[in-house]
């Protein structure tokens, strides 16, 4: 694993990792964006794995977000999510000139990833949506609310989501209670509300997204709705796109039991797609 670090929007530094096959040259690129109550540092097996397969990985932590600069958990616009792992995906692509790359987001991640691609499917071998933030636990209403105050209390913190939801392996949730890099996350009104616009913009253009598509979902997920994933399966305008539903599992599928199956899912699709 390698770290560094490189200058987002505003001039924030942003964190990101990287990891690379040592025996063999890569034969593709993963780009990883993590949700919330989370970072890169969660990905260090999962790319360990994909790197054993000759994939090269790359993760960042959003602003604001692990060892990102930025006021915690704060994004002003969500374009500014969009455009640092625009930034990443850009320097991956210069490291690893003509190599495919494929984009995994999860929940929050999903939402940043999928927005990306509505307007840089070209750069994109693939994109995996994993445990997809489009629908939440929240009533319509409470959202619309929160939208509208956004602008008159951007900075107050609102939503927690509880780390118990997000995997079935205690010792996962033991080790995202200790860390100091998640502790006493709290989502605040304005991040809320530009993740809901931009579901909105989702939801509005699900059907021009073209590129291959993976969709992975939890049935017991108690943080994002299943049923967020099968709507962007059923809109998603691609002919080759895949939904996969794990009974039973938890929020955070490659952090949960069983994480081994979802992986060599997510490994026989990318590998499928790599001539």
């Avoid at 977000?65 to 990443?88: A, I, N, P, Q």
């Avoid at 108690?222 to 794990?246: I, N, R």
């Amino acid at each position: 694993m390698k770290d560094q670090s490189f200058l987002g929007v505003g001039g924030l530094n942003i964190h990101a990792s990287s990891w690379h096959p040592e025996a063999q040259a890569s034969r593709g690129v993963v780009v990883i964006a993590h949700g919330f109550n989370s970072h890169s540092g969660y990905y260090g097996w999962v790319a360990s794995e994909l790197v054993k397969s000759g994939l090269s990985v790359y993760a960042l932590d959003h602003r604001g977000r692990g060892k990102s600069d930025g006021e915690r958990f704060y994004v002003e616009k969500v374009s500014d999510y969009v455009d640092d792992l625009g930034t990443l995906i850009q320097k991956a692509k210069a490291r690893e000139p003509g190599l495919p790359v494929f984009l995994l987001g999860h929940s929050a991640g999903g939402v940043i990833s999928c927005t990306y691609a509505l307007d840089h499917q070209r750069e994109l071998r693939g994109l995996i949506c994993e445990s997809f933030a489009f629908q939440v636990y929240a009533p319509d209403f409470a959202l619309a609310v929160l939208k509208g105050i956004s602008h008159l209390a951007p900075h107050a913190h609102v939503l927690k989501l509880p780390n118990r939801e997000f995997s079935r392996d205690q010792k996962v949730v033991d080790g995202m209670n200790a860390d100091p890099l998640i502790a006493h996350e709290v989502q605040p009104t304005r991040t809320v509300a530009e993740m809901v616009r931009a579901d909105e913009r989702l939801k509005r253009e699900f059907e021009t997204i073209t590129l291959p598509v993976l969709i992975l979902h939890g049935s017991a997920d108690k943080v994002t709705k299943p049923g967020g994933s099968q709507f962007f399966y059923e809109k998603a305008g691609s002919k080759d796109k895949t939904l996969k539903l794990y009974e039973d599992h938890a929020h955070d599928l490659l952090n949960d039991f069983d994480k081994e199956i979802v992986l060599a899912d997510i490994q026989a699709w990318i590998d499928a797609r790599i001539p």
